[in-house]
């Protein structure tokens, strides 16, 4: 118990994860970050949040969320210029921290990885069934749509879009980032259309009243914008995973943060004017809908555009679950790698040089959920294991600034200490908005995660076993 507290060294780290190809440059970086962020958050959230939460003013939620976002990942990428390694925030905090916070940052961010996918894998199975095969008539059976939480037997579509996520990581990261910079091309001209077009429908009626009364709760009024803000927080472990890359990008000490800074611009800019155009296309109090850009559309007879942005959500959903996919099962690597998972999690597979071990767990995990639980069990936990790892990441950079032993020979986040300090307490006070059930759920998954570290962890750590 003495030692759970121990740090482990970057070179171990490093020469643990030689044998992953750095084959990731900045822009692809950047595709895989707007892959993340611009996803469900984007296509689903807006109508949902405006509706329950902030009324037209889920535009200033949202650039809430992206700038606090953007503050940490700065941070993310000090700590990925220090340390290019894989296992992002769990390897980090064991550096800065020891090995018990960084197992419980490992732990809050699997729940985070896979429940995230599982999740977006049932949003795209929802477009899929509903806007894609219905267009052409096709119906699958009520057994195939839904799992049995719902009358169903599996929902069928879930689970294959999770194996052929799968099939393509298993390929390498070549493959995937080929994939994913075309998608999101793709995906970012839809939303571009969706914003230009609404925008000649929409009536300035709608804004009034921008931030509604009844949502002007405490504290000072803003406790309506600020739920809503906690709300989109998962889409953002976008920067958790693009440091979770770090082991496999060029030149990480200069690409890595090129990557988020890039993302942070992009997201916040489709995420403000998506928000700004639905609201003014349809009074918000009609938004709290699954598919409010569609229904929108729909509102204002633009049928054929309904059918482009129904092609932009599958893309982005898929693009969103390919870069969660990929660093949770970087994740669980590391953790096998480290001996606190069994050890054939942390093997890689020679041909195409990935975590094979970790990504068929993963798989499987994520299928499971997808076919089985229904998307708003599943969207409850979402948001807390990213700004918990928010919170000790930010004010890890004090930690960090102390090592003389840990040299960077890159990005350094600015304003020291100042910022640091204001992107962990932002973040903790994002925790504290979040609903009380998520709160108790993930303190619930923190103390499992405790038990286990405590009875296998600890006891087939190699850092723990190394004099």
Not at 62 to 74: D, E, N
Not at 423 to 446: E, N, Q, R
Request: charged letters at 10%; hydrophobic letters at 55%; a positive charge.
């Amino acid at each position: 118990m003495k030692n759970i507290f121990k740090k482990e060294s970057v070179q171990t780290y490093l020469a643990a994860d030689a044998g992953l190809d750095r084959t990731l440059k900045a822009h692809d970086l950047v595709a895989l970050g707007i892959g993340a962020v611009v996803g469900t958050g984007i296509f689903i959230l807006p109508g949902h949040e405006a509706a329950l939460h902030a009324g037209p003013a889920v535009a200033v939620a949202f650039l809430l969320a992206a700038l606090v976002s953007g503050i940490v990942g700065m941070a993310y990428a000090e700590f990925s210029s220090v340390m290019p390694v894989a296992g992002s925030a769990y390897s980090f905090g064991t550096v800065v921290y020891g090995e018990i916070i960084g197992w419980l940052l490992g732990w809050a961010l699997i729940l985070e990885y896979f429940l995230a996918v599982s999740a977006e894998a049932t949003g795209f199975a929802a477009y899929f069934n509903d806007n894609l095969l219905g267009a052409f008539g096709i119906a699958l059976p009520k057994a195939l749509r839904v799992g049995p939480m719902e009358g169903g037997v599996v929902n069928l579509s879930a689970v294959v879009i999770v194996l052929l996520i799968a099939f393509i990581l298993l390929h390498g990261a070549n493959l995937s980032k080929r994939v994913e910079n075309v998608a999101v091309v793709i995906k970012v001209a839809i939303i571009l259309i969706f914003i230009v077009v609404g925008s000649f429908y929409i009536k300035t009626k709608n804004y009034v009243p921008f931030y509604p009364k009844q949502f002007q709760t405490p504290p000072l009024g803003i406790g309506g914008i600020s739920t809503a803000a906690a709300t989109v927080f998962f889409a953002f472990i976008g920067f958790d995973a693009l440091a979770a890359n770090s082991a496999e990008t060029i030149e990480p000490e200069k690409n890595v943060v090129k990557g988020i800074l890039g993302t942070v611009l992009v997201s916040v800019f489709l995420y403000v004017a998506f928000s700004l155009v639905l609201t003014g296309i349809v009074n918000y109090r009609y938004l709290n809908v699954d598919d409010p850009a569609a229904y929108a559309l729909n509102r204002i007879h633009l049928q054929t555009w309904n059918k482009l942005i129904t092609l932009g959500a599958l893309i982005g959903i898929f693009t969103s679950m390919l870069t969660m996919f990929f660093g949770g099962s970087r994740l669980i690597y590391a953790l096998g790698r480290d001996g606190l998972l069994p050890t054939g999690i942390g093997k890689i597979h020679q041909k195409h040089a990935v975590p094979r071990n970790a990504i068929l767990i993963a798989t499987l995990v994520q299928a499971v959920f997808a076919g089985l639980v229904p998307l708003t069990q599943l969207a409850a936990l979402i948001n807390a294991g990213t700004l918990i790892a928010f919170t000790f990441i930010s004010f890890g950079i004090l930690r960090l600034r102390r090592r003389s032993d840990l040299v960077n020979p890159g990005f350094k986040m600015p304003w020291y200490p100042f910022l640091p300090i204001l992107a962990g307490c932002a973040s903790l006070y994002f925790i504290l908005m979040l609903p009380t059930m998520t709160k108790i759920s993930v303190g619930s998954w923190l103390l499992l995660g405790l038990l286990i570290y405590l009875t296998y962890g600890i006891h087939h750590s190699k850092l723990q076993k190394r004099v």
